[in-house]
């Protein structure tokens, strides 16, 4: 048996690929009782992807974490960063030591501003052998209506590899390795606050041909940050790394299934932070990250003005035009 902590469209959606396997079977964390009532009794998470239906006789729904975690050898984490450290706090740090764990989580987890392979190394003493990451580009919506998709699977542990990409793999599922698993996460992370910015411009009325220079230059930062904290790794965005690093950052700035952008589009057209988290109904991990990227970009005196220019507008009511005026630092900047 298989355990996944979450039960958003990602999770959902991870859910489905697991279960593709016929002798598969899934036990699944579901925190909202509305949630673990309706997978139950219509086979349907009534919140997320609705469309996907779910055989309920090879799920397992639990209400606890650790629950999940007593019973299966390979956990998959797909909760917002936001709320991972509180889901954690429930389990036996003991039990969580023994299992492999796969991070699907794209970002920094607030309470230590890591991302998540290196929280739970740091506040769990968990082996790296025994941890992995999963990295897009993914939509979870277009994974559920089965278009093909690129997923990468990233570990130390080549073993712990081969099993998740067993477990992932399908006809929909194109699947690649990698051994660069905290990289791929800083990459990942940094893709949500570039696409909160992209989301900003459009939402000010900016077209394809300002967004074409945003994300040029969001690349160079992203190669600045990479270059800064992996200082004895080769980090070069080119050919054979391209989908988890640039592919993931192009699909999360430029589509509209992008909960990233569309928060920053909100932004861009005049609304708060606030009302636009509220009326999302959905987490924007970029508005998270800005702020643990804005303290590490400090620590480690980062140049990264797009980013900086993020973290003003969400947290310092800095207005949305601050983002193009960082357009003119990253260019003289480079000149």
Not at 89 to 112: C, H, M, W, Y
Not at 129 to 136: F, Q, V, Y
Request: glycine share 6%; with cysteine.
């Amino acid at each position: 048996m298989i355990g996944v902590l979450g039960s958003g469209s990602w999770a959902t959606a991870i859910v489905k690929l697991l279960l593709e396997q016929p002798s598969a079977r899934v036990c699944w964390y579901v925190r909202e009782p509305e949630i673990r009532k309706s997978l139950a009794q219509h086979g349907h998470n009534n919140r997320y992807l609705g469309e996907v239906s779910f055989d309920p006789s090879r799920i397992e729904i639990c209400s606890h974490p650790q629950q999940v975690v007593d019973l299966c050898e390979t956990v998959y984490l797909v909760i917002p960063t936001a709320f991972l450290h509180s889901a954690l706090q429930q389990v036996n740090p003991d039990t969580l030591r023994q299992r492999n764990l796969v991070s699907a989580i794209k970002g920094f987890v607030p309470e230590a501003d890591m991302v998540v392979t290196d929280y739970l190394q740091h506040y769990y003493n968990i082996q790296p052998d025994h941890l992995a990451i999963i990295s897009g580009p993914t939509h979870a919506e277009e994974v559920a209506r089965e278009r093909l998709t690129f997923i990468t699977v990233a570990s130390p542990n080549h073993q712990l590899v081969e099993t998740v990409m067993q477990q992932l793999r399908c006809r929909y599922i194109n699947i690649n390795s990698s051994t660069d698993m905290l990289g791929i996460q800083y990459a990942t992370a940094l893709k949500n606050i570039y696409a909160v910015a992209a989301g900003i411009c459009k939402g000010m009325g900016s077209g394809d041909n300002l967004m074409a220079v945003l994300v040029s230059y969001a690349i160079a930062e992203m190669r600045t940050f990479l270059r800064v904290m992996q200082p004895n790794t080769s980090i070069t965005i080119s050919p054979e790394n391209l989908p988890p690093y640039v592919g993931d950052l192009l699909v999360t700035c430029y589509s509209q299934l992008s909960r990233n952008r569309t928060f920053g589009a909100m932004i861009g057209r005049g609304y708060t932070v606030k009302s636009a988290q509220l009326e999302m109904h959905m987490i924007a991990e970029g508005y998270y990250a800005a702020k643990s990227l804005e303290k590490v970009r400090q620590e480690r005196h980062i140049d990264m003005p797009i980013a900086q220019a993020v973290y003003m507008v969400l947290y310092e009511n800095a207005r949305p035009d601050v983002i193009l005026r960082a357009w003119q630092i990253r260019t003289s900047n480079n000149n």
